[in-house]
């Protein structure tokens, strides 16, 4: 006899763990590790979906307390491979959150097993002792016809109908019946054959060719003569409606064919088949080194360093090959969704049908057929955001993660994993390559490879020989002192205009996060910060202070720079939008495209504006951080950083890094043709280290300064970070709850060295209706702190109220 171990849909951490379960002999073939079951829980034994984790052939409870899965779904095919569930149990332990969490992150988009519960009156039921609320169930019941969903009589009556209800249950006037609601975002075809010449078929043909009223049947039957099986969209375009058809369905004449179709997501007659190009000296090196490591049983994790334009996707592309030769697939992880088309057109052209892709604009319905292909081996290669990790491949040999540096592979919402760590343990897990790419990589990954716990490979070139973008900081101080208050520039102006001219085309760079504001003095460039922990100061328009959101020192807001006294100092920010009217008032006649979250909110509509611009619609395109990264416009000579202080100051430590990574992958936009580039930095802090090395392309040069600073002030990767945002409904809950949480910390601290920060308001106090405080917990090995911060904060939750949630994340990329 054999037993399921099941994981149940709950995201509870009491519900967080296995529950046994007894196969009924009916499913002993089809319950598999990886398969999706419904199963009774709990007291009253709600259905409720579950996934299997393990079987065996024993279990700890006597038979005759376990309960019968009720229920095997997609057929006994698994939704998670062995590997798969090792990563969502990995990500679980790493990331503080439950396995059905994980698990829910990991599972394809478009299947869904919802629970709804049905009302029922009971006819023969006394209803005379109703009354109130009861009464008002009573009469929307029969209005209803004697039955309703739960939901519906709660938007009818409000939540308060539920103690009507439990009452009226009691009094057995009422049943709730418990209903499980499958749907799959599945594309079927329907197809239709003659099903055999019998005399009922004869006799119908006789009948159909003299009966004037059966003339549509007459033509459907004529259909077969010249195909043996014939679609329902043929049928349709034939003018046939669906009476006939369903006549001859139900005589037995015709029989049908029901045929599930998996979307495509481009064709490939779009695409022109490309053969690889002879790599330079560079590339030929780096991808001797890659293959060298795919044939090692014990691999390392490598690192590709190389200046933008130096060919890092055709390295991509060299080493898949070697992969797919050897019957393997490859993951090809990207930033964000706006990189994906001009990928997907570099690898279509290479690889034709083995390739495929999956974002979050694709319809849930185009995803899911995207993760059945990886599943039923139809593509060998899958493109897309950090999601695309989890395909259900069954020979993994490479994940490749272009522009590693960037922050959208980490997850915003629960659970809050790292797609570079996650990938990282998969790769070991199933012996994988892991190959990551950059122009910038992130310092941490950097330093792993100086230490030689990744592999370091190097490309110092561009490919065909092109030179590097020409970068000039312009010092935005000395145009206020001549009297321009404008956003640009005097050079950038006279530099638009010369592009203009020349017919080629400019790109306009804001590297602003929309919640971050910053106080900064215009005529000197000063920047307010904190002493102790030199992070900038947020700006807070309520209480018109300033804030550091990692220790909480707060300071009145300056009416005059501390610096030179010049009454020019103010909170720091330009969206956009300003800046796109601002050019069509400086440039009247030049077409311009604008490229934020707001003009890219349709299915396709960063596809479409990149499109427009890449063929010459417009002659300037302004955007954030997505018009930054990978993009190849051959006709962009010019590109202007219009504000580097915004991403330079938003009160994380990671800004320098950041703003270093955007201002040369911005800059790398320009000149990747034939002429040379140039690239304008605008700026109030002219000679801060950050800057200076991203106008010289230096990257090694801010590695060696911002690694010291680091190790100084022991950041990552000399020491690690723990972040507990306290949330709640109730304001004065969350504090006294975050006053605990902070106690129970310090008690805990004595006689270990970690220092605790807070706590303090986030940088977003109310999100989502909750409100939030947020502590910060610094150490110097990661493991240790998290571990501890992690048994606080178990002691926490034992000692304040319902309502109060705790969320633990490993080194927060921000703390808002």
């Known amino acids: 006899m054999r037993y399921a171990r099941v994981i149940v849909g709950m995201n509870h951490p009491q519900t967080d763990r296995v529950f046994d379960y007894h196969i009924p002999e009916a499913f002993q073939d ?312 001009q990928m997907m057109e570099r690898f279509i052209s290479r690889f034709g049908q083995a390739v495929s892709i999956t974002h979050s604009r694709l319809s849930a319905g185009e995803r899911l057929d995207q993760w059945k292909k990886a599943r039923d081996g139809e593509i060998s290669v899958m493109i897309g955001p950090r999601s695309a990790l989890f395909m259900p491949f069954s020979d993994l040999g490479m994940i490749i993660i272009d522009e590693v540096h960037d922050n959208s592979y980490i997850s915003d919402i629960t659970p809050k994993y790292d797609a570079r760590e996650a990938a990282k343990f998969l790769a070991e897990d199933t012996g994988a390559v892991l190959l990551m790419g950059s122009a910038t990589p992130d310092l941490v990954s950097y330093h792993k490879a100086r230490q030689g716990e990744y592999l370091l490979l190097e490309l110092k070139e561009r490919t065909g020989g092109g030179t590097p973008p020409k970068m000039q900081i312009v010092d935005m101080c000395k145009e206020l002192e001549e009297g321009n208050r404008s956003a640009f520039s005097h050079i950038l102006q006279q530099e638009i205009a010369i592009n203009l001219e020349k017919g080629q085309q400019t790109m306009l760079f804001l590297n602003r996060r929309g919640f971050a504001t910053f106080v900064s003095c215009r005529s000197c460039g000063h920047v307010m910060r904190c002493p102790e922990c030199g992070i900038s100061y947020t700006y807070h328009a309520k209480e018109d202070v300033l804030m550091c959101h990692y220790c909480g020192k707060t300071v009145e807001s300056p009416r005059n720079c501390p610096e030179c006294g010049s009454k020019y100092i103010r909170y720091f920010g330009t969206g956009t939008q300003k800046i796109e009217e601002e050019v069509r008032r400086l440039f009247p006649r030049a077409n311009v495209l604008r490229m934020d979250l707001d003009t890219t909110m349709g299915k396709n509509s960063h596809n479409q504006i990149l499109e427009a611009f890449r063929k010459g619609q417009a002659d300037i395109l302004v955007g954030t951080q997505m018009i930054a990264k990978g993009h190849d416009f051959p006709n962009v000579t010019l590109v202007g950083i219009m504000a580097a202080d915004t991403s330079l100051n938003t009160g994380s430590f990671y800004a320098s890094e950041n703003t270093f990574q955007l201002i040369t992958q911005a800059g790398g936009r320009a000149g990747r043709a034939d002429d040379s580039g140039r690239v304008y930095i605008q700026t109030y802090q002219p000679k801060h280290y950050c800057i200076t090395h991203a106008a010289e392309q230096n990257y090694k040069g801010f590695y060696e300064e911002e690694i010291l600073l680091r190790e100084m002030m022991g950041y990552p990767p000399f020491g690690a970070f723990c972040s507990v945002v306290v949330s709640g409904e109730v304001e004065e809950d969350i504090a006294k709850a975050a006053d605990v949480l902070g106690g129970i910390l310090q008690t805990e601290n004595r006689g270990n060295s970690y220092f605790i920060m807070g706590p303090v308001p986030a940088m977003l106090f109310k999100f989502r209706g909750e409100y939030r405080q947020r502590i910060l917990i610094q150490g110097h090995d990661e493991d240790p702190l998290v571990q501890f911060v992690a048994k606080c904060v178990e002691k926490g939750e034992q000692k304040v109220g319902k309502g109060i949630h705790f969320q633990l994340t490993r080194n927060p990329l921000n703390i808002v």
């Open 30 to 341: 089809e319950a598999k590790e990886g398969v999706r079951v419904i199963v009774p829980f709990g007291r009253r034994n709600t259905k409720t979906e579950g996934y299997i984790l393990s079987l065996a052939e024993e279990s700890e409870i006597p038979l005759e307390k376990l309960k019968d899965i009720l229920e095997i779904l997609d057929d006994g095919r698994p939704i998670f491979t062995p590997q798969m569930l090792h990563l969502a149990q990995w990500m679980k332990e790493h990331y503080f959150c439950t396995l059905n969490q994980c698990l829910q992150a990991i599972m394809p988009t478009g299947i869904k097993t919802k629970s709804t519960w049905q009302v029922l009156l009971n006819e023969a039921a006394d209803v005379s002792a109703c009354k109130g609320g009861e009464l008002a169930v009573l009469e929307a019941l029969k209005e209803m016809g004697g039955s309703s969903a739960l939901s519906e009589l709660e938007k009818l009556l409000g939540s308060g109908v539920k103690n009507a209800i439990q009452q009226m249950q009691k009094k057995k006037i009422l049943f709730l019946k418990q209903k499980m609601i499958r749907s799959e975002y599945k594309m079927e075809q329907r197809f239709y054959s003659i099903n055999n010449h019998t005399s009922l078929w004869e006799n119908t043909i006789k009948k159909v060719e003299t009966d004037k009223r059966l003339s549509g049947q007459k033509k459907l039957l004529h259909l077969f003569k010249e195909k043996s099986e014939i679609s329902l969209e043929e049928i349709k375009k034939s003018g046939i409606g669906e009476s006939p058809l369903k006549t001859l369905l139900k005589k037995g004449i015709l029989k049908e064919r029901i045929e599930q179709i998996k979307r495509a997501v481009f064709s490939l007659e779009d695409y022109e088949k490309t053969t690889p190009f002879f790599p330079t000296a560079e590339q030929r090196a780096a991808i001797e080194e890659i293959e060298y490591q795919i044939d090692l049983e014990k691999k390392k994790t490598i690192l590709l360093h190389g200046i933008t334009g130096s060919g890092k996707t055709e390295i991509y592309m060299q080493s898949i090959a070697k992969i797919l030769a050897m019957g393997k697939q490859a993951v090809v992880l990207v930033p964000e969704i706006s990189l994906t088309p």
